[in-house]
């Protein structure tokens, strides 16, 4: 088994492993902007241990890639933000599926743009993937999932810009790389990310005590943080580590997105006895299937 292999299944555990986090929040009654805060501190001190030393420095302004953390850090506030206003009024189901159709994004830029191979097998492949992650979202009992009668046409375009936004980011790592702006997964370029996010999420918060939000940062939420930042700072560094590793990039995202929904499934089985419909059943089968025709 070859090391990219290994790094993009760690990479896709890992990111299992924050939706375990995610669903360990609600439980708990955890303040979700607030741990997302925490853990976007806790990310840039986890790359800098990983590092060796803390890069964050003025110095770091004139790196090619600055401007593109400070974007793409402001993106992911943004991204999480109106992620959340989704799932309050479509729920988790349309939620994940519209964040997850973004690994079409890189794959056409890099078939497109770089000249990418695109066999039958792969376009059959990315193919049964998208069929893949409709069928493992699927779940019988969520109306709306909300539960509400009728949504607002106003509301309509959250969940397009989730779609957005998320194709924008894995768009733009995989251009960074690419265009070695960022080669071999630069960690310092990941620490940046992540500081830039935690500025646009203290202006969020600033904005939040104007409006008169009075609510207070409790040990849970500081927990829950430190427990999302580990895992998250490796999800986007061993994402940029696999596609340094000359995997092409409509192989990587597509594998990524549908091992990632695959791997949520199983361990919602294993540690929340979750049912394992007929759909889920389907959609694992379809999923390994579409692996294997994308990497073949």
């Excluded at 995202?253 to 389907?282: D, W, Y």
Aim: aromatic residues 12%; hydrophobic residues 55%; proline residues 3%.
């Amino acid at each position: 088994m070859s090391t990219a292999v290994i790094i993009l299944i760690l990479c896709i555990v890992i990111n299992s492993l924050i939706g375990v986090v995610f669903k360990l929040f609600s439980r708990f009654e955890v303040n979700i902007f607030y741990a997302i805060m925490v853990n976007y501190i806790v990310c840039v001190i986890t790359g800098s241990i990983y590092l060796g030393h803390m890069p964050l420095a003025i110095s770091s302004a004139q790196e090619p890639w600055f401007p593109y953390a400070a974007v793409l850090g402001f993106i992911f506030v943004t991204v999480f933000t109106i992620y959340g206003n989704t799932v309050k009024h479509f729920g988790i189901v349309v939620s994940t599926i519209f964040q997850k159709m973004s690994m079409l994004a890189p794959a056409i830029v890099a078939i497109t743009l770089f000249e990418e191979d695109l066999s039958w097998l792969k376009g059959i492949g990315i193919a049964i993937g998208i069929l893949s992650i409709l069928f493992l979202s699927y779940q019988k009992s969520e109306k709306s999932d909300t539960g509400a009668a009728a949504i607002p046409k106003k509301y309509w375009l959250l969940p397009f810009a989730v779609f957005l936004g998320s194709c924008i980011i894995d768009s733009t790592l995989f251009l960074m790389e690419a265009k070695k702006i960022a080669p071999s997964g630069d960690i310092s370029f990941v620490i940046h990310l992540f500081f830039f996010a935690f500025v646009a999420g203290l202006v969020l918060l600033i904005i939040q005590l104007v409006k008169g939000n009075r609510e207070k940062l409790e040990t849970k939420d500081i927990i829950a943080g430190i427990c999302l930042g580990i895992p998250n700072f490796f999800s986007i560094y061993l994402l940029m580590e696999v596609i340094a590793s000359g995997w092409d990039a409509s192989v990587v995202f597509p594998i990524n997105n549908v091992g990632i929904l695959s791997c949520s499934a199983i361990m919602g089985f294993i540690l929340f006895r979750e049912n394992i419909t007929q759909n889920k059943i389907v959609g694992l089968i379809m999923a390994i299937v579409a692996i294997v025709l994308i990497s073949y």
